[in-house]
């Protein structure tokens, strides 16, 4: 099982960008399929964006089409999710995990720690 490591959130005014980051270790990284989710207080874990095993596919839901773009580098094995207009509503812990490509469902139990984004209005 491969371990994962978000990092890259912070504090930003609406309409700024991040790029988030996810770090994975333990297992083939460029052999599956990733996706990022978040969660906003009070509310239950989401899926923000998907990837396929070479980067060449991404699907995002709609909340955060054209504003948000997914992608990896497996030399680096590490995947990002570069965030543009951001908004209010963007706030949450955002978090990576595997999926089966073109699904909306974490493959993994584990979670990792994820990466807290804070959006100013």
Known sequence: QAQLVESGGGLVQAGGSLRLSCAASGRTFSTYAMAWFRQAPGKEREFVAGINWNGGIAYYSDSVKGRFT????????TMYLQMDSLKPEDAAVYYCNEVVFGTT?????????????TVSS
């Open 70 to 77: 997914i992608s990896r580098d497996n030399a680096k094995n």
């Open 105 to 117: 469902q974490a493959r993994n139990a584990y979670w990792g720690q994820g990466t807290q984004v």
